[in-house]
Every structure is written in C-alpha cells, then in structure tokens.
C-alpha cells in the first residue's frame, strides 16, 4: 500500500520538474551582474558629490542614487 506525500494542510503534493536553458549571451549577462552587483549598490550609496574611484568599471558613472543625478 503506497501513500502519496501530504503537506500540514493535508492536501497531496505533486514534484514538478523543470528544466532551464540560456543561451550564452543571457550567460555572460548574468556573470556580469553577479561581478558588479557589490559596486553599483556601494555606489548608489554614495552622495552625488562624491568621488568614485579611478578603475574602469567607474569611467562614465556618477555617485549617488539614479534619482537624484
């Protein structure tokens, strides 16, 4: 005798399986974002007087949060 799976509610639960493809840009997007993530909220941070640092990732940006630039 098999008794399918239950949650605290009492109804039955299923197991889903999912699959996820990317394609190799929508990679390399995302490893981009995993690498600057810690830089762009340290730099919203900032007052928009503020000197950001002379690497090439800051060449262009400007301190401070989006809506006050």
């Not at 799976?5 to 990317?22: K, N």
């Not at 981009?32 to 919203?44: C, L, M, P, S």
Request: glycine share 6%.
């Amino acid at each position: 005798m098999l008794f399918a799976p239950h949650d605290r509610a009492g109804s039955i639960m299923q197991t889903i399986t999912a699959t996820q493809s990317l394609t190799v840009a929508d990679r390399e997007r995302l490893r981009q974002i995993k690498k600057t993530a810690a830089f762009d909220e340290w730099r919203q941070r900032l007052r928009p007087n503020d000197r950001l640092p002379r690497g090439t990732y800051f060449k262009g940006k400007k301190a401070g949060p989006a809506c006050c630039r």
